[in-house]
């Protein structure tokens, strides 16, 4: 009986306080929209609360374009922002931190700001096999904050994000050419890892470029008609000669000394 009638309260509790959000919605009460959009907001971001997240938007909404450019205004712009932030709102929330910077220029949170901003373009990047259009902006983003801010509280994480990017840019470079070669589209595979090499000099994923060039040339050299392979056999070991000044303990290197006195054998018949 006692635990019915707790939950019983819990529930009536519960209507009301609805009841009286929705109330404040219709009001023209915006000093006690401001009060109850921070509590909510405050609430929302300790307790990681999404429901009082969006309940303080609604009213953030309806209310911020009334304060804007009076001194309250700054806050609830930053508040409008960092609940679509921190819900997740990646689509939404870099263009409201972008607007608070804009209408805000001279406030503290300026920094943060621009962060986030960049930071919601980082969150909403996709895995590398898709298209990478969010990726690069997200990179610029990040770039722009570094740029103004080298110094900055949020330097390090923006960094380390740029280079996360820059991974995933040199991942989806590297698997396109891969994919050329496991397909037997040897030049475009020969055409895609020179690209690569020369566009991502500090990428992880260098010696297997300057292999996969290599095995590329050498594979369409074997498989050419007589009066090419010569000229072709000759380019694979140009490539062959690459990858030994570079990595000459290389992993590849023992498959690729195999190739290469079967592309001397072959040679000989020139």
Do not use: W
């Amino acid at each position: 009986m006692m635990k019915k009638g707790i939950l019983a309260l819990g529930l009536l509790m519960l209507v009301t306080s609805c009841s009286e959000y929705q109330k404040l919605l219709k009001s023209d009460d915006t000093a006690k929209k401001y009060a109850t959009a921070e509590e909510l907001y405050t609430q929302g971001k300790e307790e990681k609360s999404n429901k009082k997240l969006r309940k303080s938007i609604r009213i953030l909404e309806q209310i911020e374009p009334q304060f804007r450019g009076k001194p309250q205004g700054q806050r609830l712009s930053y508040m409008l922002a960092d609940a679509h932030y921190q819900l997740g709102d990646y689509f939404v929330s870099p263009f409201e931190f972008e607007r608070f910077q804009q209408l805000y220029a001279n406030s503290e949170k300026t920094e943060e700001a621009s962060f986030k901003e960049a930071a919601s373009y980082y969150y909403r990047t996709p895995p590398y096999n898709l298209d990478q259009t969010d990726t690069k902006k997200a990179m610029e983003e990040l770039q722009e904050y570094l740029n103004k801010y080298p110094q900055g509280e949020y330097a390090d994480q923006a960094s380390d994000m740029a280079a996360e990017l820059q991974r995933k840019l040199e991942k989806k470079a590297f698997e396109i050419a891969r994919q050329y070669h496991k397909t037997e589209f040897y030049k475009a595979a020969i055409a895609s890892f020179t690209n690569f090499i020369a566009d991502y000099p500090g990428t992880p994923f260098r010696e297997e470029a300057f292999y996969y060039r290599f095995d590329s040339a050498y594979k369409l050299a074997t498989n050419s008609v007589a009066f090419l392979m010569e000229e072709r056999l000759k380019e694979a070991k140009t490539y062959y000669e690459a990858y030994k000044k570079y990595y000459p303990e290389g992993e590849r290197m023992e498959e690729m000394n195999a190739s290469l006195e079967d592309i001397n054998s072959r040679l000989q018949n020139f």
